[in-house]
């Protein structure tokens, strides 16, 4: 190893492997080059998952920290024909980790030289095969003014709009979601309360999601639609026929001069599900007032579990006990009929359906309201009724016919229709009516048999 030499660039050698990254330093003086300093480390953690462009981008930016008094006393020359590097060096629109790589090269006087000979690079490569056995981890400082210059590199990274337009009877809706570079989402759901035809309100739902990013200080955009007329007019790819849609366009145009790049694409409507239930939801909402807040909650287990705390000291206790335990007195012919799901016991009927086994005091209820909606109905029996809701216990047949016939409603419409009928016939009929009808309201018999028998006066 040699001390530089003022006033020489130094030149740097890198190389990476899949499980360590190095470099050399050396500085030419007489035609020869002469190493200044080596530097070699395993890769580690996260690191370990790199790809090979980032793991040599890795070696440069970790030497430029272990050796920042050599990269800020002389000119740095990287013997490179890696592109990555070179693109690393000249590209400033750069996110994320990379971003702060290119932060802290940004005070070095660096520069890349395509190699002519192979000269120190077998050494860098070599000495890459044995690697220090240190964990040292890069750090994240970044040089003066650093955060302000990655604020203004992502802020070049495009935004993505995706949008949809739902119209229906009387009014639409349209759906919005803003997606930011860091993979964050911004749902808007707008309800269109005025008549409009499906394309006028996918233009809406466009111009809707414009105002909302350019509110935000968003500069570069991406849009995608499942639109194709509104995506290939806006593009100019369509001509605009109807009248109706040329303000929209307008407004488009317009909207878009506030951004400093701009592209929109069409996609299919199964990769734009999100912005069209958006818009579904905008159009089938009713509210009164300029805003609705609608809450959505997440569940992590079926609404069917829910315990209620019913007690279980009744004829199911010993039942609902064997089926789970195997333990009890019972018959397997008695416990065919059972079955146990999500801890409640269900009767399963000659037909296969599923009745839920209810206590006696909700058996009660269930009996009174059933019996009252239906009295006087007895066109189907009340045991079937209660069958088909969903309801068993042992004695449902005895208890819906003791109520049935203890119901004086129930009891009379059971009765022989000869008892409830009228004996008419029997009846006497004053021959004398059919004159006060025509004296009164003029009316006279329709069939001439019921006239004459109503005007000849009985012995």
């Not at 604020?151 to 995706?162: C, F, G, R, V």
């Not at 064997?322 to 079955?339: D, K, N, Y």
């Not at 058996?363 to 059933?370: F, G, T």
Request: charged share 25%.
């Amino acid at each position: 190893m040699v001390a530089p030499v003022a006033g020489k660039p130094l030149i740097l050698y890198l190389t990476s492997t899949p499980r360590s990254i190095g470099a050399l330093l050396v500085q030419e003086v007489d035609g020869t080059e002469r190493p200044v300093y080596y530097i070699s480390r395993k890769v580690h953690g996260a690191e370990e998952r790199y790809t090979a462009i980032e793991r040599h981008c890795l070696a440069l930016v970790f030497t430029a920290q272990k050796l920042r008094h050599y990269f800020l006393s002389f000119p740095i020359q990287i013997i490179t024909k890696c592109d990555p590097v070179r693109f690393l060096l000249s590209r400033p629109a750069l996110t994320g980790r990379v971003a702060r790589w290119l932060l802290t090269l940004a005070e070095f006087d660096i520069s890349c030289v395509t190699p002519k000979a192979i000269k120190c690079q077998a050494l860098a490569d070599l000495l890459a095969q044995f690697p220090s056995g240190q964990c040292e981890p890069l750090e994240d400082c970044l040089p003066e003014d650093g955060f302000e210059a990655l604020a203004a590199s992502t802020d070049k990274q495009p935004w993505m709009l995706s949008f949809d337009g739902a119209a229906g009877s009387g009014s639409g809706g349209a759906g919005i979601v803003l997606q930011t570079e860091e993979g964050d989402r911004v749902h808007l759901a707008y309800k269109l309360n005025f008549p409009c035809s499906n394309n006028e309100a996918e233009y809406e739902a466009l111009i809707l999601g414009l105002i909302a990013t350019k509110e935000r200080g968003v500069k570069h955009l991406r849009i995608a639609g499942d639109s194709k007329l509104v995506v290939l007019q806006t593009e100019g790819i369509y001509a605009l026929k109807e009248p109706t849609l040329a303000p929209y366009r307008t407004t488009v145009q317009k909207l878009m001069k506030f951004f400093q790049s701009v592209s929109i694409i069409h996609k299919p409507r199964s990769e734009n599900r999100f912005p069209d239930a958006l818009a579904t939801l905008g159009a089938k909402t009713e509210f009164e007032e300029d805003r609705a807040c609608i809450e959505i909650v997440k569940m992590f287990e079926p609404s069917a579990v829910e315990d209620f705390a019913e007690p279980t000291e009744d004829w199911r206790g010993s039942i609902k006990i064997q089926l789970v335990t195997s333990v009890g007195h019972l018959s397997t012919a008695e416990l065919s009929c059972f079955i146990v799901l999500c801890g409640e016991l269900y009767y399963r009927g000659p037909q296969g359906w599923l009745a839920r086994c209810i206590g006696t005091k909700e058996a009660e209820e269930v009996l009174d309201r059933i019996h009252i909606d239906n009295c006087a109905d007895n066109e189907i029996a009340l045991y079937r009724r209660i069958q088909r809701q969903g309801y068993y216990w042992p004695t449902m047949k005895k208890d819906a016919d003791l109520i049935t016939k203890n119901c004086t409603w129930c009891s009379l419409y059971m009765a022989k229709p000869e008892c409830l009928m009228a004996n008419i016939d029997n009846q006497e009929v004053d021959w004398r009516q059919v004159y006060i009808d025509y004296l009164r309201e003029g009316a006279l018999p329709i069939e001439r048999t019921e006239s004459a028998s109503e005007l000849s006066p009985s012995n």
